[in-house]
């Protein structure tokens, strides 16, 4: 089962809806509790970010027999340097974006303690995309 969501960049009255939709769907169909808290945190951080620094963008959130995968696609400015941006308090948002209460630099950083892989892509000028993964078991 995969669910696809569209991400307006900048709409922050509507970031969190994928997350929130695709939560929903994973309690009525009884996706341990701790997963689901694991998923949920995990797609939020992404989609904050796709919102913040990816100019918008999508997500394909796939519901398999043993993981979630997650995938989220913008075609932002790119990370520069992944291995800063993961660093905790690391951050380019705006002062514009942290006056709202975004852009602390812990996205990243909390995607990827809730998720047991995440694979980042991303080019200068052109865009990023991030995989979760979360297992339904360990």
């Known amino acids: 089962m995969v669910k696809h969501y569209e991400i307006s960049g900048t709409d922050f009255a509507n970031a969190g809806e994928a997350s929130s939709d695709f939560k929903a769907m994973l309690k009525k169909i009884?996706?341990?509790?701790?997963?689901?808290?694991?998923?949920?945190i995990a797609m939020y951080e992404a989609e904050i970010n796709?919102?913040?620094?990816?100019?918008?963008?999508y997500c394909?959130?796939?519901?398999?027999?043993?993981?979630?995968?997650?995938?989220?696609?913008d075609n932002g400015p790119?990370?520069?340097?992944i291995?800063?941006?993961?660093?905790?308090?690391?951050?380019?948002a705006t002062?514009?974006?942290?006056n709202l209460g975004f852009g602390a630099g812990m996205g990243l950083p909390n995607?990827?303690?809730?998720?047991?892989d995440m694979q980042i892509e991303s080019e200068v000028g052109k865009g990023t995309t991030v995989v979760l993964t979360i297992k339904l078991f360990k």
């Open 111 to 116: 995607i990827k303690k809730y998720t047991d």
């Open 50 to 57: 796709t919102v913040i620094h990816g100019q918008g963008g």
């Open 95 to 98: 002062d514009e974006i942290r």
């Open 30 to 40: 009884g996706v341990p509790t701790d997963v689901i808290r694991k998923v949920s």
């Open 60 to 73: 394909d959130a796939e519901l398999q027999p043993d993981r979630v995968i997650i995938t989220f696609t």
């Open 83 to 92: 291995e800063r941006a993961m660093q905790a308090g690391y951050s380019t």
């Open 78 to 81: 790119g990370i520069e340097d």
